[in-house]
């Protein structure tokens, strides 16, 4: 089974900062692209921010500044940094892989994207 586990959600003030975590875990063989993706009450998924296999990263205008999208050396991990919280940016945080993996029991390789459950983030005073 492969996973994708996020961590460091919660209330914050306006102004403050929290650190979002995702493992990725089980059958890998790789993994390409990951991502941070938020959905608000009552609106659509949006795209938060990218990180290739190679690092390059991409932001979603409102977050420029602010987040910082990272991965661990061993590629398995992705950190979302925020800082200057806003109200706004209250919303359940998934993490997202392109990930290649390997079928269980066989050596057959699949391409999937998968989703993590999410992690509340909820910025009030």
């Known amino acids: 089974q492969v996973q994708l586990e996020e961590s460091g959600g919660g209330l914050v003030q306006p102004g403050g900062s929290l650190r979002l975590s995702c493992v990725a875990s089980?059958?890998?063989?790789?993994?390409?692209?990951m991502a941070w993706y938020r959905q608000a009450p009552g609106k659509q998924r949006e795209l938060v921010a990218t990180?290739?296999?190679?690092?390059?990263?991409n932001y979603a205008d409102p977050v420029k500044g602010r987040f910082t999208i990272s991965r661990d050396n061993f590629g398995n991990t992705v950190y979302l940094q925020m800082n200057s919280l806003k109200p706004e940016d209250t919303a359940v945080y998934y993490c997202?892989?392109?990930?290649?993996?390997?079928?269980?029991?066989?050596?057959?390789?699949?391409?999937?994207?998968?989703w993590g459950q999410g992690t509340q983030v909820t910025v009030s005073s």
């Open positions: 997202n892989a392109d990930m290649v993996t390997v079928v269980p029991g066989t050596s057959v390789l699949r391409p999937w994207d998968y």
């Open positions: 089980g059958s890998i063989f790789s993994i390409n692209a």
């Open positions: 990180i290739t296999g190679d690092g390059n990263t």
